[in-house]
């Protein structure tokens, strides 16, 4: 047996690979001994973009102060044990194959969504390793995500919330939010990344409804840049002045304000106080310890970057709605000093003109692929000729990253960046391919 063979079957136990519900995991958390009310203080994020950075902020935040972290994230990149972080460390594939043979056998061949049968998986084990903080990243929006079984977390958090799956959860903001804001708990805080006006009073009417203490961006809690490069955060109890992410972005400011204000409602504003006070030396160690793949993430050894001639470099996002791309489009403004290229290859079910339209005229030259293994990636083809809709003057398919990334060698004047994007799919065989 091998976890590819036992995760193949998993996803073959429902017809649909999304079905929001909460019925399926309660039955096997409940044939599983519940897990989910054994484990340590959860601080439960949830978001349309900036949700993993977050999370990864978080768990650096929590390891420099000496705490152990249990995490949940989704999806994987290239292996799956990269969802399941169990006390900081990644199981190996003997201890998360008996794992998940387990999970298999409670489930007794039952319908159950992959994510719903690992979700489970992942909090029958953190509920066997002491840890100090469970943190869990909502799979897809929140009411009726697998993750969303927790009766009493310590903690709620929303990262900026826009348009995205809108076949599952609805096709207005404001539906959306309502999907978000069901993780909130009654009584419990939640911290809320700055938000749109119509987002804004959903968070409030849901929040007035449930007596939810709103920690908010703006109103509550502050970050700028500083002149040296820093972070200065101001919140209601602290000030910190700190060094700036290491993270790429400027967005990555703003994930990190959440990820501190998460810190200082628990450990500053909770009665009595879920953790204890983090030292600033610790948080500071944290914020540049902070480790999340696919995100404006700088690739600089393997055999793509090979590929490159001296002088050039290759960057890698996984972002794939307009949001996303937004956000990557107003980072790309600061590259004035080299022509940018880009490889993109998308899902045909995501918002393809809206992730290319603040992005595509961007590009010096693009050139566009085929998501390998992925059923539902728009073809290299109609990739290229949705860029072209978005004033992309030289948008080309290409047979492979790889090949892409030649073309882009052999037509742009270098040294040049060329910038991989449209999905975390492509970004995980992107990682795959460069190992």
């Known amino acids: 047996m091998t976890i590819d063979a036992i995760l193949d079957r998993m996803t073959r136990l429902h017809p ?77 594939d003997a201890s998360l194959l008996g794992l998940l043979e387990e999970v298999e056998a409670a489930n007794a061949g039952a319908p159950i969504t992959f994510f719903e049968i690992t979700t489970a998986a992942a909090f029958l084990a953190f509920a066997r390793v002491p840890a100090e903080v469970c943190i869990l990243e909502t799979g897809l929006g929140g009411r009726l995500d697998a993750t969303n079984v927790i009766a009493r977390p310590a903690l709620t958090v929303l990262t900026p919330i826009a348009m995205d799956h809108q076949q599952f959860l609805g096709g207005r903001i404001e539906a959306i939010a309502a999907e978000k804001a069901g993780i909130m708990k009654r009584g419990v805080a939640c911290v809320v990344a700055k938000q749109g006006r119509k987002v804004i009073k959903v968070l409030e009417a849901r929040s007035s409804e449930l007596g939810v203490p709103l920690f908010l961006e703006g109103a509550d809690f502050f970050v700028r840049t500083t002149s040296d490069g820093g972070l200065h955060y101001r919140g209601k109890t ?75 470099e290759l960057w890698l996002d996984g972002g794939h709605n307009p949001h996303a791309a937004e956000a990557l489009a107003q980072h790309t403004r600061t590259w004035r000093d080299k022509p940018l290229g880009g490889v993109f290859g998308i899902l045909g079910t995501k918002d393809v003109d809206g992730y290319l339209e603040p992005l595509a005229a961007r590009f010096h030259t693009l050139r566009t692929v085929a998501i390998p293994g992925e059923a539902n990636s728009l ?57």
């Open 16 to 92: 649909k690979v999304i079905d929001l519900s909460l019925d399926r995991v309660l039955r096997l958390l409940d044939a599983l001994g519940n897990p989910q009310d054994r484990l340590p203080p959860v601080i439960h994020v949830a978001g349309t973009n900036g949700k993993g950075s977050t999370v990864a902020t978080l768990r650096a935040l929590f390891e420099a102060a000496g705490l152990r972290a249990h995490v949940y994230t989704s999806p994987h990149l290239v292996r799956f044990a990269e969802r399941i972080r169990i006390a900081g460390i990644l199981p190996d």
């Open 238 to 312: 602290v000030e910190w002045s700190l060094p700036a992410p290491v993270l790429a972005g400027s967005f990555q400011a703003r994930n990190t304000a959440l990820a501190l204000a998460s810190i200082e409602r628990l450990a500053r504003l909770s009665a009595p106080p879920v953790f204890p006070d983090f030292p600033e030396a610790a948080l500071a160690l944290g914020i540049r310890s902070v480790e999340w793949p696919a995100r404006l993430h700088h690739l600089t050894a393997g055999p793509l970057v090979d590929l490159l001639p001296p002088g050039w």
């Open 379 to 435: 073809s290299a083809e109609d990739a290229a000729a949705a860029a072209t809709r978005h004033y992309c003057l030289d948008a080309k398919p290409a047979e492979s990253v790889a090949a892409a990334i030649g073309a882009l060698v052999g037509g742009i004047p270098g040294p040049a960046r060329i910038l991989i994007c449209g999905s975390l799919y492509l970004a995980g065989t992107v990682l795959t391919e460069n190992r």
